[in-house]
Nanobody, 111 residues
């Protein structure tokens, strides 16, 4: 049973930063990892992904502000979020290979 546990969400002011972490119960070495988000009343959307070989893909809305990274030894993927905007408010979900998902962590950007 694969488990993914996200952490690091919270309330932050516009322009602030947060770092999300996602720890997997098993190895992530050979798997695509990534983050999606879902705002109230909207569909879940891709934020960023990182392949086993390190190829990275970002949604246009977060390019230049968010950075995804992975530490295979720790079975952990990170999402560094800078210059946060109110429209970044959502529940952020980590996935492993688009097959396994975490429970989500709330990010709220508000003054």
């Amino acid at each position: 049973q694969v488990q993914l546990v996200e952490s690091g969400g919270g309330l932050v002011q516009p322009g602030g930063s947060l770092r999300l972490s996602c720890v997997a119960s098993g190895s992530i070495l050979f798997y695509l990892m990534g983050w999606y988000r879902q705002a109230p009343g909207k569909q879940r959307e891709l934020v960023a992904s990182i392949s086993s070989g390190g190829r990275i893909n970002y949604a246009d809305s977060v390019k230049g502000r968010f950075t995804i990274s992975r530490d295979n030894a720790k079975s952990t993927v990170y999402l560094q979020m800078n210059s946060l905007k109110p429209e970044d408010t959502a529940v952020y979900y980590c996935h492993k290979d688009l097959a396994y998902w975490g429970q989500g962590t709330q990010v709220t950007v508000s003054s």
